[in-house]
């Protein structure tokens, strides 16, 4: 069992940046692939970044050069630093963590792009 909580969110104006942090518990949390989700209002939840246990990253083309995932093992946390930031990025953000067929949520951290 993985336990996530994000943080972070907020409202930011175009151009501005933001860093989500998830904190993880659990066992064997550095086994696990975590990933930021993102979600629009009427829209489906999507792949936003994913970070293996051997530090590989992968990026949705729509966020590509903008956004950056990291993870920390020894605190068993993963962030996301967002640059560049569009309204189109408005979201809420969902952390996850994957290994073989488990897969774990977070709760979501809202994210608004507006002037």
């Known amino acids: 069992q993985v336990q996530l909580v994000e943080s972070g969110g907020g409202l930011v104006q175009p151009g501005g940046s933001l860093r989500l942090s998830c904190a993880a518990s659990?066992?064997?949390?550095?086994?696990?692939?975590m990933g930021w989700y993102r979600q629009a209002p009427g829209k489906q939840r999507e792949l936003v970044a994913t970070?293996?246990?051997?530090?590989?990253?992968d990026y949705s083309d729509s966020v590509k050069g903008r956004f950056a995932i990291s993870r920390d093992n020894a605190k068993n946390t993963v962030h996301l630093q967002m640059n560049s930031l569009k309204p189109e990025d408005t979201a809420v953000y969902y952390c996850?963590?994957?290994?073989?067929?488990?897969?774990?949520w977070g709760q979501g951290t809202q994210v608004t792009v507006s002037s």
């Open positions: 996850n963590a994957a290994l073989s067929v488990r897969t774990y």
């Open positions: 659990g066992s064997m949390v550095r086994l696990y692939t």
């Open positions: 970070i293996t246990g051997g530090d590989s990253t």
